[in-house]
């Protein structure tokens, strides 16, 4: 099976732009979560989508949204970059809950100047 | 809230094990986790082990959970080069996601 791929692996963006990353997960799998990673915070929970419906939600603001697709396929938005937004994005992948066996794809380096 | 506590660094000797620890503050965790990330790659999920369970063997990787002290450890026997990386603890419990420490930098010296 392949495993969990996401698209691009790299961006640049300035200030005050917005940016969409997407997710495919395992073929199967019908969870998806997103967690934001830096060097300061760690990895930190953003969001998990079942079935096209938001299950869970961390504490970031307004800015960061997502949804999934009737296929699985999960895409983030992050409005109004900013400086701070520069992290490692990493999907995860389950075929049940959202703390339960998550495979992660590689993750999009964003890098926001 | 939720917390899951590692020692940031280990290194240990090519050949030797190491065991790196984890210590976590939710005591209804139901799953606790180990996953290893490499430079410039995501998450790989090692190992994990249920709250039910004591100890589990995965070839050159062992678990050990005491849920008394919610403490829980991952040794590496025969610890080689390619083993260095970062390793993180996670805990989680039914539908909530996973809760993460800072991560373990294992250098294994050759």
């Known amino acids: 099976k392949a495993g969990v791929t996401q698209t691009p692996r790299y961006l640049i963006k300035t200030r005050g732009q917005q940016v969409t990353l997407s997710c495919s997960p395992i073929s199967g799998h019908r969870s998806v979560s997103w967690y934001q990673q830096t060097p300061g915070q760690g990895l930190q929970f953003l969001f998990e989508?079942?079935?096209?419906?938001?299950?869970n939600k961390g504490n970031f603001p307004g800015r960061f949204s997502g949804r999934q697709f009737s296929n699985s396929r999960s895409e983030m938005n992050v409005s109004t970059l900013e400086l701070g937004d520069s992290a490692l994005y990493l999907c995860a992948s389950s075929y049940r809950d959202a703390g339960y066996e998550q495979y992660f794809g590689p993750g999009t380096r964003l890098t926001v100047t | 809230g939720e917390d899951v506590e590692q020692s940031l660094f280990l290194s240990v000797r090519e050949g030797d094990s190491s065991v790196i620890n984890c210590t976590y503050t939710?005591?209804?965790?139901?799953?606790l986790y180990w996953y290893k990330q490499e430079p410039g790659a995501g998450l790989q999920l090692l190992t994990y082990i249920f709250s039910n369970m004591d100890m589990k063997q995965d070839q050159r990787l062992t678990v050990l959970l005491n849920k008394k002290d919610k403490h829980l450890s991952l040794r590496i026997a025969d610890t080689q080069t390619g083993d260095s990386a970062i390793y993180f603890c996670a805990e989680a419990s039914g539908n909530t996601p996973l809760v993460f420490g800072k991560g373990t930098r294992l250098s294994v010296i050759a």
């Open positions: 989508y079942f079935s096209e419906t938001q299950r």
């Open positions: 939710d005591s209804s965790s139901t799953y």
